[in-house]
């Protein structure tokens, strides 16, 4: 699979695939939500939610924009890491 490659900004951010999300599953709990909590205020299925959080599924920018929002937190927050 080839590396995708996003600019923002200077730096280079690129999206976390195929790892744990363990930044998504930290917001989620620090705002006391379940799985299925989440699933149903984004429009969203639980399984969604826990491929997601196990990075086994790569969800799309609206869906990421949803949990954001509902979550409190911005995309490079719960999405991207900084590559080298």
Not at 11 to 23: A, C, H, I, L, S
Not at 60 to 81: H, P, V
Request: some cysteine.
């Amino acid at each position: 699979m080839q590396d995708i490659y996003y600019m923002h900004d200077v730096e280079r951010k690129v999206p976390v695939e195929g790892q744990k999300n363990e930044r998504m599953r930290a917001a989620r709990t620090a705002c006391d939500l379940s799985q299925q909590e989440l699933a149903d205020a984004v429009g969203a299925t639980r399984q969604t939610i826990g491929l997601i959080e196990a990075g086994r599924y790569n969800p799309s920018l609206k869906l990421c924009t949803a949990i954001c929002k509902t979550l409190g937190k911005t995309l490079d927050d719960l999405f991207w890491e900084v590559g080298e």
